[in-house]
Structures are given as structure tokens and as C-alpha cells.
């Protein structure tokens, strides 16, 4: 009775020191675990570091790849882009600069060149026209003497009888014309009686036409000269105006205005045989409602009606009626 006791007081002793050796030994299986796992750590720092300390020769391919092309991507001590766009800019300016301050001065002597050869032409026109104003009136002058001499000489011959002036009439001199009845035509003055035949036979012929179509060729190739406004043309005067601006219609190479064109005309129909043929300056009423000066030819056509031909309307003046317009005739023989 008193063993068991004992052993029953013994027990827990026994059963403590086992619970004590047991934690002992949870202690030690940790901290050797512990230790082990420290042991592994420092294992593997160890050998990180040792990789990480290895010669770059021992680098793997794909460490050196990726190294190339970090590298690449560096820049390597290169220009920045901005500053070669602006170097080209600048060096364009300069550029541009240098070749202006070249050009320039040969420009300016162009221009001035170009001017001077502008002022010498003007210079030479004028001297040309003023030559020109210079023979026409020195033409006029010798004109206008030759026809009073003739008119006074024809004044001379009408005092006497009709019939020694019919007589006169018929042996009276000028030149051939196969377009009237006695074969001569004259206008008073020898050198337009020459031009008024020289250009009437060089637009038609006797033998191949008409009388009819022969005047319309002569009027077409007045209508259509070069129309030229002369200051010494610009209006008539005097009694012998109309063989005045005859002559100087031919002598300007068949050119000149409407009174010139109006005066040749009227010669050249008398020579086709339109012996009534007239020029005459009117003062018109254009349609715009205003009036203007102006000349036309007034002639009896062949089938007896009363007509004018007036060049400035080209091909649509030849013979149209004498009534075509509201006009009045200006009388410039009395100026």
C-alpha cells in the first residue's frame, strides 16, 4: 500500500522530467533547423554573389545580347537632331544672303540698262514721227502750191467759150484709163493722177471684170488698210483737202483715217468712171446718241440709185443708200 503510494508520488516526477527532456529536445531539432536553414542562406548568398562577381567573359548569350543592345540604344556622343536642323537652317540663310548680295547689283544694272534702252527708242520714235510730221507738211506745202497753179490755170482756161473748153477737155493731159468713155483721167494734180492708176490696176484688170466688180475690189482694198491717226491729218482744211489727204493716204503705205480713206476713194471711183463721185466730212449721230466727226464717199451708183460707200464699216459700207445716217455736212473748204 505504501509502495504504490510512493509510486503514484513518484510518477508525476517522472512524467515531468519526460515532458522537460521532450521540450528539450523540440528545442534543440529547432535551432538545429534553424541552423541548417542559415546554413542554406549563407550557401546561397554565397553563391548569387559569386555569379554575380564572375569575369564578363563567363556571361551568358543572352546577358550579352541584351547588354549589345542596351548599348546600341545609347547614344555615343552624337549631335542632337535640333542642332543639325538648325545648322542647315543657318547655313541656308547664309547662303541665300551671299548669292543676293552677288545678283543684286547685276540686277539693278540690268534695270538700268533696260532703262536707258527704253529711253532710246523713245527718243529715235519721236525723231521718226517728228521727221514724218516734217515730210508730210513739206508734201502738203508742194501739193497745195501744184494745185493753185493748176486751179488757177483751170480759172484761167473756164473764162473762155464752152466750146474751146469741151476742146480742152478732150486733149486735157493726165493718164490712161480704159475705165471712161475719152480714155484719160485726171484729178488736177500729176502725181495723184500716177497713184490713183498705179493702185487701181494693181487691184483689178479691164479684161476680166466688170466695172461693177472691179470698184467693189478697189473699195475692199481701202476698207481694209491699216487705219493711223496722223497729227497732221487730223482734220481737213482748205478748198484742195481732198487731194491733200489722197496723197497722203498713198505716201503712208495706203494707211490714215477716215478722211484719207474717203479722199482716195473718191479719185479712184472717178477713175472707174463715177464721175459725180464726192467726199465729203459729215458730222454723224452715233448710236449711243452722241456726234462725231466722220467722211464718207456720196456717188450715183450704175443703176442710177444715190449712194455712199463708207470704209470704216468694211465690206457693209460698200454702196449702201445715202440715207444711212443722221448727218450733216461740214463744208471745210471755206476754213
Not at 475692199?220 to 497732221?232: C, F, L, P, Q, T
Not at 452722241?290 to 451708183?301: E, K, L, P, Q
Not at 464699216?313 to 448727218?327: F, H, P, Q
Amino acid at each position: 500500500m505504501n509502495r504504490d503510494v510512493e509510486n503514484t508520488q513518484e510518477r508525476p516526477v517522472i512524467q515531468t522530467r519526460r515532458n522537460a527532456h521532450v521540450r528539450d529536445s523540440a528545442r534543440e531539432r529547432r535551432s538545429a533547423d534553424e541552423s541548417s536553414q542559415a546554413r542554406r542562406s549563407g550557401a546561397r548568398r554565397s553563391s548569387s554573389s559569386s555569379r554575380t562577381r564572375q569575369h564578363p567573359s563567363r556571361r551568358t548569350a543572352t546577358q550579352a545580347n541584351h547588354h549589345t543592345s542596351r548599348s546600341a540604344q545609347r547614344p555615343r556622343g552624337g549631335v542632337p537632331v535640333a542642332v543639325v536642323l538648325i545648322l542647315l537652317v543657318l547655313a541656308a540663310g547664309v547662303a541665300a544672303f551671299v548669292t543676293f548680295s552677288i545678283l543684286s547689283p547685276r540686277v539693278e544694272e540690268a534695270q538700268k540698262e533696260a532703262t536707258a534702252a527704253k529711253s532710246q527708242i523713245s527718243t529715235l520714235t519721236q525723231q521718226l514721227a517728228n521727221q514724218s510730221k516734217n515730210n508730210s507738211t513739206t508734201s502738203d506745202s508742194s501739193s497745195k502750191s501744184d494745185s493753185d497753179k493748176k486751179e488757177s490755170s483751170s480759172s484761167s482756161s473756164s473764162s473762155s467759150s464752152s466750146s474751146s473748153s469741151s476742146s480742152a477737155a478732150s486733149t486735157q493731159e493726165g493718164v490712161d484709163d480704159p475705165w471712161t468713155k475719152s480714155g484719160k483721167y485726171t484729178s488736177g494734180d500729176t502725181v495723184l493722177d500716177g497713184e490713183v492708176k498705179a493702185f487701181v490696176d494693181s487691184k483689178v484688170s479691164k479684161d476680166s471684170m466688170s466695172r461693177e466688180d472691179a470698184t467693189l475690189e478697189v473699195y475692199k482694198g481701202i476698207a481694209w488698210s491699216d487705219y493711223v491717226e496722223r497729227d497732221s491729218a487730223q482734220k481737213p482744211k482748205g478748198k484742195n483737202w481732198r487731194s491733200e489727204f489722197a496723197r497722203m493716204y498713198y505716201e503712208n503705205s495706203c494707211s490714215g483715217n477716215c478722211y484719207e480713206f474717203a479722199a482716195f476713194l473718191m479719185y479712184c471711183l472717178q477713175y472707174l468712171g463715177y464721175d459725180d463721185a464726192t467726199a465729203e466730212g459729215l458730222l454723224i449721230e452715233f448710236e449711243s446718241g452722241s456726234w462725231g466727226d466722220h467722211a464718207v464717199v456720196f456717188v450715183t451708183n450704175t443703176d442710177g440709185s444715190k449712194c455712199m460707200c463708207d470704209t470704216a464699216r468694211g465690206t457693209n459700207g460698200y454702196m449702201i443708200s445715202a440715207n444711212s445716217y443722221n448727218m450733216k455736212v461740214q463744208d471745210f473748204t471755206s476754213e
